[in-house]
């Protein structure tokens, strides 16, 4: 079995590695490593929406390995540490077969290889939850000082790395109470007594937090199709039906429209792997667990976002899934002696195939090109005006532009007119009939939502279509600039 698991480990570092570095960094990639280059007193008190463990991580990974694309080496690492680590819940809860089977789930789940493979807090926050979900249920079943003790130190850690890690010890609550008939365990309560006590810290570094977020121009309105829309993607990783930029603007029905092609071969490969898995775990046990800390957090940070001004996003609770691949692990280990596993298995193995694929070689799960954007610009004149909408990938252009190139946000045309006037009054006071200038317009979602500008501007400024990259179309303006050699 330990070679057997070796071996699950290796091949999980190697899909981690696999297309590591083909795409550009996304501009929340750079917002990340620019937090990370600061110094440890502004990455502790910086207003970005997370506590500073991950940043003050990647921030000595990169004096050690400098470079910013080294920043996604760190996330692979994290993702395959986290193989290990649901082997270690699942052998607690289980056996030596399920575990192993739980642990090749995860290493070739394209959701766990999505955040694996991007520079940013979220696969760290999934790995210590698999690791405060061990020590939990081993708690749970030993009831020795040692493991609460191991318990309040990982989840310390989690605080520290992501404010929703808290729904995941409220879960934890939740199943203490269901399986203990209502009634605590006296190491139990210290222990969560003294959780709450260190999150007392955190508490005050989530008003700045909570205030930067809210300031955010992006956020979205939640709408509660978004539940269902997050447990499949705990099984298709984001690459199967709408990409996740896409639902920015798609109406609810048209998604749903769009997700039903996959969501059958997903639901009923996934189905019969979940309901042998609570037949070999215990139906009783194992629903209630699935429920409390798999389906339930994601209804309570839902509606967290329904009543506050926060975006609901799969990712604040990407933990949830991690009980559910114990649970389809343990429905694998039926695989020689039941037929429909066998056909379930390798639907789902086919599935995580074609969404590894999706994301490499799809434009539309892509991160946007900004790497081959900026490549093609290289080659014409420098000083040519580079104007970007969104606004706020205007940084992102001008990192891979390099210096010597005048990059310009332009205010975002949001739904209403005065911003869509806002927006062509700043291009027509900026640029002149005479001279040349390039227009990047990045996915529309979050600068030009309805598609208004993208309708109105080449009518009114005489913009020419150059060229597409992944998430990017290229115009170019005005008298028109040096042709690309």
């Given at each position: ?13 190697a ?13 929340d990639?750079?917002a990340?490593l620019t937090?990370a ?16 463990l ?18 996604r080496?760190?996330?692979?690492l994290?993702?395959?540490a ?7 819940l ?56 040692a ?28 199943i ?17 007594a ?12 989530l008003?700045?937090?909570l ?7 992006f956020?979205?309105t ?21 990409s ?11 998604a ?21 898995g609570?037949?070999?775990l ?9 429920l409390l ?13 329904g ?6 996003q ?22 020689r ?22 994301r ?6 892509q991160n ?24 706020y990938?205007?940084q ?43 227009f ?19 009518r009114?400024?005489?913009l020419?279509?150059?060229k ?10 005005g ?7």
């Amino acid at each position: 079995m330990r070679w057997a698991l070796a071996a699950v480990v290796l091949l999980a570092f190697a899909l981690r590695l696999l297309w590591l570095q083909d795409q550009s960094l996304s501009m929340d990639e750079l917002a990340e490593l620019t937090i990370a280059h600061s110094p440890m007193t502004d990455i502790l008190w910086a207003q970005d929406g997370f506590p500073p463990l991950y940043h003050s991580i990647l921030h000595a990974w990169l004096a050690i390995f400098p470079g910013d694309q080294s920043a996604r080496w760190l996330s692979a690492l994290f993702g395959t540490a986290a193989v290990g680590a649901v082997w270690g819940l699942a052998r607690a809860v289980a056996d030596e077969r399920t575990a192993l089977w739980a642990a090749f789930l995860v290493a070739v789940s394209p959701f766990q290889a999505w955040h694996a493979q991007e520079a940013r807090a979220y696969i760290l926050y999934y790995l210590i939850a698999a690791c405060a979900l061990w020590s939990f249920f081993t708690a749970l079943k030993t009831d020795s000082p040692a493991a609460w003790a191991a318990y309040v130190a990982i989840c310390w850690a989690g605080f520290l790395t992501h404010y929703y890690f808290a729904l995941l010890v409220l879960s934890n609550l939740a199943i203490l109470l269901v399986e203990g008939g209502g009634r605590l365990r006296r190491r139990a309560v210290i222990a969560h007594a003294g959780l709450a006590l260190l999150s007392v810290p955190v508490a005050w570094l989530l008003h700045g937090d909570l205030s930067a977020e809210e300031a955010a121009t992006f956020a979205t309105t939640f709408h509660p199709a978004a539940i269902g829309y997050a447990l499949f993607s705990f099984v298709s990783g984001y690459a199967l039906g709408p990409s996740p930029r896409e639902l920015h603007g798609l109406a609810a029905g048209r998604a749903v429209l769009a997700v039903l092609p996959w969501l059958l071969p997903i639901g009923i490969s996934a189905g019969i792997l979940l309901y042998h898995g609570l037949r070999v775990l215990g139906a009783r046990l194992w629903g209630s667990r699935l429920l409390l800390a798999g389906v339930g957090p994601v209804v309570l940070c839902a509606a967290l976002a329904g009543v506050s001004s926060i975006t609901f996003q799969v990712r604040h609770v990407l933990w949830a899934s991690i009980l559910l691949m114990v649970v389809l692990g343990a429905g694998c280990t039926e695989w020689r002696s039941r037929k429909p596993v066998q056909l379930a298995l390798l639907t789902l193995l086919l599935l995580f195939g074609v969404s590894r694929y999706h994301r490499h070689d799809l434009p539309r799960y892509q991160n946007e090109d900004l790497r081959g954007l900026a490549s093609y610009l290289r080659t014409a004149d420098p000083s040519t005006p580079v104007y970007v909408l969104s606004g706020y990938m205007a940084q992102p252009v001008r990192y891979y532009l390099g210096d010597g190139w005048s990059v310009f946000p332009v205010p975002d045309a949001g739904p209403d007119a005065n911003a869509l006037r806002t927006a062509l009054n700043y291009l027509d006071s900026s640029t002149t009939p005479s001279a040349g200038f390039w227009f990047v317009y990045t996915r529309g979602f979050h600068g030009d939502p309805w598609g208004r500008l993208i309708d109105t501007l080449p009518r009114l400024r005489d913009l020419q279509r150059r060229k597409e990259f992944a998430g990017i179309t290229l115009f170019a303006g005005g008298g028109g600039p040096a042709p690309v050699r």
